[in-house]
Nanobody
Framework: QVQLVESGGGSVQGGGSLRLSCAAS???????MGWFRQAPGKEREAVAV????????DYADSVTGRFTISRDNAKNTLYLQMNNLKSEDTAMYYC??????????????????WGQGTQVTVS
């Protein structure tokens, strides 16, 4: 079992930045990780995913060039740096962990562990 706790959400004006963090209860270096988001009335979608070592990342087209996913395995923490935020980025953001077999998957069903989410509101 891995407990994940997100933080860093908040309200920001368009064009602003936020940095989300996801702290894990135990070592996560064996897990591939991802950030997902869910806006009201919409399905949860993948935003960014990262390999176990952090060397390989993928991004949804809607955030490419604006968001950066990273991880610090020594601190058991996953990050999402979000720049040039837009109103359409408003959503609850979740971090999740998956096995290497489904590493960098965009399918939320492949993820084994989830955090409780942190709200991001862009006005």
């Amino acid at each position: 079992q891995v407990q994940l706790v997100e933080s860093g959400g908040g309200s920001v004006q368009g064009g602003g930045s936020l940095r989300l963090s996801c702290a894990a209860s135990r070592s996560t270096f064996v897990w591939c990780m991802g950030w997902f988001r869910q806006a009201p009335g919409k399905e949860r979608e993948a935003v960014a995913v990262i390999s176990t070592g952090g060397g390989v990342t993928d991004y949804a087209d809607s955030v490419t060039g604006r968001f950066t996913i990273s991880r610090d395995n020594a601190k058991n923490t996953l990050y999402l740096q979000m720049n040039n935020l837009k109103s359409e980025d408003t959503a609850m953001y979740y971090c999740a962990a998956t096995t290497p077999r489904t590493c960098r998957s965009y399918n939320r069903a492949d993820y084994n562990f989830w955090g409780q989410g942190t709200q991001v509101t862009v006005s």
